[in-house]
């Protein structure tokens, strides 16, 4: 798992600033909440995230503008991978406010965290595969097929005209809003006080253009010391959840916690030994990470795509590259402000409830921050 969201509770975010024949939906007009999801609506807390952003320059401050535009594209694209239709007609032809938000976080009628079971009349089951693939497609069709970038991360899988399948790259399928992105990633790259973030942008404007993110991913690597970061492309692979081969896409707008990251540093120093550490066999531990890994507290500004679809994440590992893992490491991200709203509107009614009352004070959000940094410590080593 390259990402970490709290299994047990649900939080909604704001801040600041299959392919499966049985899915061709006949979409009702005006689609309206089934009967069993009445009780759903409410599973989601309303939280506002805060950052400070008293240390950061005017052009850092300029350019988080610019990163939250690209991010909306980002979701525009994102709501496409997992919906297909047109979300604003579909978000119009919801008439219950209540609902129609409901539809919002979920990206489509289907309710993520109940198994993907539709929520409004007029849907089927969501497609195992998103809209990666043709809904008429089986996987035996697929299996036997024979066409370029079949098994592709970052390529949809339509028909031609004769009815074979074929792939195409997200590049070209969606050229217009990739362009955009790319564009604005290079004008933030000109606003950037730190050259390594300036070099990281740029690169990852010209992964967007042409597929192709393992420089860009190298990049981000090496940046050490920016206060912004922004961790956006097509990325994670949940939501082909037919094969698992293609990416969707995904935005943070982070700003880094200086305090936090620097409480830290003593862990990621440890990686390695952890590494030699491990009480199995050394057949198991012939792959030897990159030592150039880092372990930092952020604060998240902003959301878009598969991140902020459903519960929203609290803990990044990237990147999912191995050849960057072996090479370099991985960069493991502490969504601190993410982490607190769900500790305190999550954790502690829960613990409340099955905690007795002399052990409650146990139940610290330096635990429960602890808890999930060693999940992502564990991952890579």
Not at 86 to 94: G, H, N, P, Q, Y
Not at 104 to 127: E, H, Q, T, V
Request: with cysteine; charged share 25%.
């Amino acid at each position: 798992m390259k990402l970490t969201k709290l299994a047990t509770g649900l939080l909604l975010a704001t801040s600041l600033l299959s392919a499966c024949s049985e899915n061709n939906n006949t979409q009702n007009p005006t689609p309206t909440l089934l009967v069993e999801a009445q009780n759903r609506l409410d599973i989601y807390k309303p939280v506002t995230l805060t950052a400070d952003l008293s240390h950061l320059s005017e052009n850092q401050k300029e350019m988080i503008v610019l990163l939250i535009e690209a991010s909306d594209i980002i979701d525009e694209l994102f709501w496409q991978q997992a919906f297909g239709e047109d979300k604003e007609t579909f978000l119009a032809s919801i008439k219950d406010e209540k609902v129609r938000e409901f539809a919002r976080i979920n990206y489509g009628p289907w309710d993520r965290l109940d198994g993907d079971k539709p929520f409004l009349s007029g849907y089927n089951a969501k497609a195992s595969g998103a809209e990666f693939y043709p809904s008429d497609m089986t996987k035996d069709e697929f299996e036997k097929a024979d066409f370029e970038d079949k098994k592709g991360l970052y390529s949809v899988v339509q028909r031609k005209s004769e009815g074979q399948l074929t792939s195409v790259a997200f590049s070209e399928l969606y050229s217009d809003r990739i362009n955009r992105i790319a564009a604005i990633l290079d004008k933030a790259s000109s606003l950037a006080d730190d050259k390594e973030f300036a070099n990281y942008l740029t690169l990852r404007a010209a992964a967007i253009r042409h597929d192709d993110f393992q420089a860009s991913d190298f990049a981000w690597m090496d940046m050490k010391n920016n206060p912004i970061d922004v961790v956006i492309g097509p990325i994670e692979n949940y939501e082909d959840q037919l094969y698992g081969y293609r990416t969707a896409f995904e935005s943070y707008v982070l700003i880094k916690d200086l305090a936090w990251s620097k409480k830290l540093a003593k862990y990621a120093e440890y990686l390695p030994e952890l590494q030699k550490g491990l009480p199995v066999k050394k057949a198991y531990k012939k792959e030897v990470p990159g030592s150039d890994a880092d372990l930092n507290a952020y604060d998240v500004i902003y959301y878009a795509g598969h991140s902020n679809a459903g519960s929203k994440t609290i803990a990044i590992n990237l990147p999912n590259d191995e050849t960057v893992q072996l090479t370099k490491g991985t960069r493991r991200l502490q969504l601190k402000n993410a982490m607190q709203a769900k500790f305190d509107t999550i954790m502690l009614p829960i613990a409340s409830t099955l905690i007795v009352p002399e052990q409650r004070e146990n139940v610290t959000f330096t635990a429960f921050f602890a808890n999930t940094m060693f999940h992502e410590v564990a991952q890579n080593t």
